[in-house]
């Protein structure tokens, strides 16, 4: 875990007595550490140290003409789909080799004027595709607790980026759980922002509707200032919201007196891991020790998720990702002509987990299914969402549930697709309703950490971020062990 | 609603895909596995009820057409194979027979 905080290297870095050069240093040499040898974590895609060091001198030299910024000297790691000008951007895949954009994304261009400084681009499942960061063109990121395991995914690298105390916090993107489910099999925190919420400038996108960048921190409250330098509207993505961003450390001392807590019933079957329910009540119970009214809920339609989110987000990969042609970015093949060619690059560019939900994307689009699935799936959508609606309007402020049916699960154990999909069973619907959600450590079994999801109505993130401090604050070092 | 071989080779050639045979059959059998999933959809009832068109309410702000102010960190010549009269120009390919203005 994170020596220094994100409020501790900003204080320290303003008062002078810690450089940003120094902290990047430490940053580098820690990601050295972790990378190094036949079991090196594999945390990385790409990192400019020399560039990242020349940053943070800057920043020194600015020091004493400016307000210190909200992330001034926080060394910070980027997802590999995430826009950055003096590193590749390549999704993990071999079709954006050597890709380096010609724009910046929103969220780093706010980082950096926050004072953080980008030390590198995280490993990820090919365009975010995946749970366990093992569909990576740069082969697997292990977990830090048990080399054998994954970190989850998509953001697998971000995550560990964190849990190893390489930066306090880190940029990840979420689609259907890829920042939380990670967040949870690693031991931190993930946040997943309000659809709008956060730009999607520069973030690539794997589907529109769903996905939002998201934060992982070493605590909730480095998650909470992370979230709150990069949020607020962006007129360079059509969907940002314009409402206004409050303080989420603001939180910090609020507690939960007044607090509704409900539990929807479907997130806890009588299939659930029951030391998962364990954790899962003892962290309840901890909530209503503080003053928490807990109630039980029910999201009826929470079954649909897992087919209603496997047809709308390959649905909308199979559009977006027909523009890694081998004409305008990366990796070209040459074929027989020019639909040889295209075939060649994008069959050998995109790996086979990329390959077949473009091709389910395209089936459940194509004549005479399209109303079978792809218009059923997003009726069942709306369901879903109406029941956030529901239980939200009935009074309830948060929701807590487990963030994933399991802990960690060994490289390579799970070959079936869908079995991996399900991993996603419980994060999923925040993506496809748009609500925020987040995870937060909640203890341990076996060794291997259990994450903690709450979620709350569209745009009150303060609320649940109020929730997650005093629930961190509660469990004290029993959500580590 | 069973995928078949030929389903496979019509999508694929769709999303510009080239698979081998051995890769087309497991893909067949890998949709139809996930796809059996899907089926629990049919089951719901969803007469009268509205597509999902995003998460947001408000719908997309619509901005002038006056072309986005886009924030590029270099001029088009760094990073374009070639430009000429402000076009991008991609690299030629091998099967294609070469002209004097390329």
Same mark, same amino acid.
């Given at each position: ?39 090196? +974590? ?16 800057? +920043? #020194? ?23 950055? @000008? ?28 926050? #004072? ?42 971000? !995550?560990?980026?964190?849990?190893? #105390? ?39 996108? /794997? ?8 934060? /992982? ?214 993506? @496809? ?14 060794? @291997? ?5 709450? +979620? ?5 993130? !303060? ?19 | ?10 999508? !694929?050639?769709? !999303?510009? +895909? ?85």
């Amino acid at each position: 875990m994170s020596a220094r905080s994100c409020a501790a290297l900003r204080q320290e870095t303003a008062a002078g007595r810690i450089t940003a050069s120094d902290t990047v240093r430490a940053a580098v040499a820690r990601a050295r550490e972790v990378g190094a040898g036949r079991e090196g +974590l594999n945390v990385f895609v790409h990192r400019d140290d020399a560039d990242a060091l020349k940053q943070a001198g800057a +920043l #020194g030299e600015r020091l004493a003409d400016t307000t210190p910024g909200a992330l001034l000297g926080v060394p910070v790691a980027i997802k590999d789909n995430i826009a950055t @000008l003096t590193m590749p951007t390549t999704c993990g895949s071999r079709i954006l080799e050597g890709y380096v954009s010609p724009y910046e994304a929103t969220v780093v261009k706010r980082l950096r004027e926050a #004072g953080a400084i980008p030390i590198g681009k995280t490993n990820m499942d090919e365009f975010a595709m995946g749970s366990s960061t093992e569909h990576s063109a740069y082969g697997p990121t292990r977990n830090p607790i048990d080399h054998a395991r994954v970190p989850g995914g998509s953001s697998g690298g971000s !995550a560990v980026a964190v849990a190893t #105390g390489i930066v306090p916090i880190a940029l990840g993107s979420e689609t259907g759980g890829s920042v939380r489910q990670p967040a949870a099999f690693c031991g931190i925190v993930g946040v997943k922002p309000t659809y709008g919420r956060v730009s999607r400038f520069g973030l690539v996108a /794997f589907a529109s509707s769903l996905d939002q960048v998201g934060v /992982f921190g070493a605590t909730v409250d480095d998650a909470a200032r992370g979230l709150g330098a990069v949020a607020g509207h962006d007129p360079m993505d059509s969907t940002s919201a314009n409402i206004p961003v409050p303080e989420y450390q603001a939180g910090a001392d609020a507690g939960v007196k007044d607090l509704v807590v409900g539990l929807p019933k479907e997130y806890f079957p009588a299939s659930l891991d029951p030391e998962i329910r364990r954790l899962c009540d003892a962290a309840v119970e901890r909530l209503r020790g503080l003053g928490a009214t807990i109630r039980e809920v029910s999201l009826p339609h929470t079954d649909l998720a897992i087919p209603v989110y496997y047809i709308v987000a390959p649905a909308e990969a199979s559009s977006n990702l027909a523009r890694f042609d081998g004409v305008r970015y990366g990796f070209r093949l040459e074929g027989e002509g020019l639909r040889g060619m295209y075939e060649a690059t994008r069959s050998t560019g995109f790996g086979a987990e990329v390959t077949r939900r473009i091709l389910l994307g395209t089936y459940v689009l194509s004549a005479g299914y399209y109303d079978a699935y792809y218009r059923k799936a997003q009726q069942a959508r709306s369901l879903i969402a109406d029941d956030f609606r529901r239980v939200f309007e009935s009074g309830v402020h948060v929701l807590f549930t487990p963030t994933a049916p399991s802990t960690a699960f060994p490289i390579g154990a799970i070959s079936d697709p869908y079995e991996m999909y399900l991993s996603d069973i419980f994060t999923a619907t925040a993506n @496809l309703a748009g609500v925020p959600a987040m995870s937060l450590p909640i203890g341990r079994l076996g060794g @291997l950490p259990v994450g903690g999801q709450l +979620l709350a109505p569209h745009f009150d993130e !303060a609320r649940m971020f109020a929730a997650a401090y005093a629930l961190e604050r509660a469990l004290g070092e029993e959500a580590h062990r | 609603m069973a995928v078949t071989i030929d389903d496979v080779r019509h999508i !694929a050639s769709l !999303a510009r +895909l080239g698979l081998s045979e051995h890769r087309a059959t497991a893909i067949v059998s890998e949709l139809n596995t996930i796809l059996s999933h899907m089926d629990a959809l049919a089951k719901v009832d969803t007469a009268g009820v509205q597509e999902a068109i995003g998460v947001g309410a408000e719908g997309l702000p619509v901005r002038a057409d006056a072309g986005p102010p886009f924030p590029l960190a270099r001029s088009h010549d760094a990073f374009a194979p070639s430009l000429r009269d402000g076009f991008f120009l991609v690299p030629r390919l091998s099967t294609h027979e070469s002209t004097e203005d390329s």
